[in-house]
Every structure is written in structure tokens, then in C-alpha cells.
């Protein structure tokens, strides 16, 4: 009967080592919310609440496949603050109304 040598077996465990730690990392979710709009279709690259003003929303957007500069939503005033600091109020059953249903509780 052989006997396992030293170095196979600091190399079987770290094998094992590092196939048990892949299981246990948890990856973020990358869902994007789509919607189609008229004739443009967009989505939300990402969207974080602000913590001082919980009725606005930092987001970013992909307009038709390209991706947007981050843009304050305010969901109580209905305007939303381009990354140049221009105000820009909703459009009707535009992208603001739908972020803000979107994230209504």
C-alpha cells in the first residue's frame, strides 16, 4: 500500500479548500428593470436611495443601449436634477413617473 506524499496532499486540500470557499461567496444580483417607453426602451443600471431625502433616488439609466450620467429623481417635486445641476420637471407617464411607481412602497 502506497502512502500519499506530503505535497499531494497540501495540494489535494487547498483544491478542496478554494472549491468550498466558491460556494460560499455571494454574488450581488444583476437584474436590470426594462421597460419600453413609446419607442425608446430603457433601463436602470442602477438606483440608490438617498438617505436624507428618502422621496428622491440617484439613477442611472440606458437610454436605447447607451448609458446615461447619473441623474437625481425627485419623486414629491416631480423633477429630476441632471448631472450639470439643470432641473427638469417629469414629462407625463414619462421615465420619472415610472422610476417613482417603481420604487413606491
Not at 472549491?19 to 433601463?43: E, I, K, N, Y
Request: charged content about 25%; some cysteine; aromatic content about 8%.
Amino acid at each position: 500500500m502506497s502512502s500519499i506524499q506530503p505535497r499531494q496532499w497540501i495540494k489535494a486540500t487547498a483544491l478542496l479548500l478554494g472549491f468550498l470557499l466558491t460556494l460560499t461567496v455571494a454574488f450581488p444580483a444583476q437584474a436590470l428593470v426594462c421597460r419600453t417607453l413609446g419607442d425608446r426602451s430603457w433601463c436602470i443600471v442602477r438606483i440608490q436611495r438617498s438617505a436624507k431625502y428618502h422621496w428622491e433616488y440617484r439613477v442611472a439609466l440606458r437610454l436605447d443601449g447607451v448609458d446615461q450620467p447619473l441623474e437625481r429623481y425627485n419623486c414629491r417635486d416631480r423633477i429630476r436634477v441632471q448631472a450639470n445641476g439643470t432641473r427638469v420637471s417629469f414629462d407625463d407617464n414619462g421615465v420619472g413617473d415610472l422610476i417613482c411607481r417603481l420604487v413606491k412602497s
